[in-house]
Structure formats: structure tokens, C-alpha cells
């Protein structure tokens, strides 16, 4: 899964690099060109704030699981309990 994850994030960021590379070269008036990325920018950021609040709660929560397990692990190594 962390796979995927990765693959989608740097699938995403290139895709906006490359857009914005395209609009850079565009021969079109400056201020045009960055409103232009700066309208896809907020729509790349809306679309992906719709598909990801879920994804971020599972990962949060896997995360806090993990480091419940990480301490009590470690207090069970040293002998103490977890309070």
C-alpha cells in the first residue's frame, strides 16, 4: 500500500512540474502564465484534499497503533510498565 502511495504522490508532483514548466515556456504575458499555475496549483491541492481525508485518519491511526506498540515494547525491555 505504501507503494502505491508513493507512486501516486510522485506521479502527481510530476505531473505539476511539468505543467508548470509548460506554462513557464507558454509564449504568453507573465501575469497570464502564473495565474494560470496558480489556478491549477489550487485545483491539483482541491482534488487531491477530496481524495485523501480518509487515507490520512488510516494513516494516523496506523501510526498511533505503532507507536503504542514501539513503547510498550521498549517498556517491556527494560522491565517498567507503561503508564
Known sequence: MAGKSNILIAAVAGLAI???IGMLIAPEKGSKTRKKIK???RDIADKL?????ASFEEL????????????EQ???STG???S
Open 18 to 20: 511539468g505543467v508548470g
Open 39 to 41: 489556478d491549477k496549483i
Open 49 to 53: 484534499e477530496e481524495g485523501f481525508p
Open 60 to 71: 494516523k491511526s496506523v501510526l498511533a497503533s505503532e507507536k503504542a506498540e514501539a513503547e
Open 74 to 76: 521498549k517498556a517491556e
Open 80 to 82: 517498567s510498565a507503561v
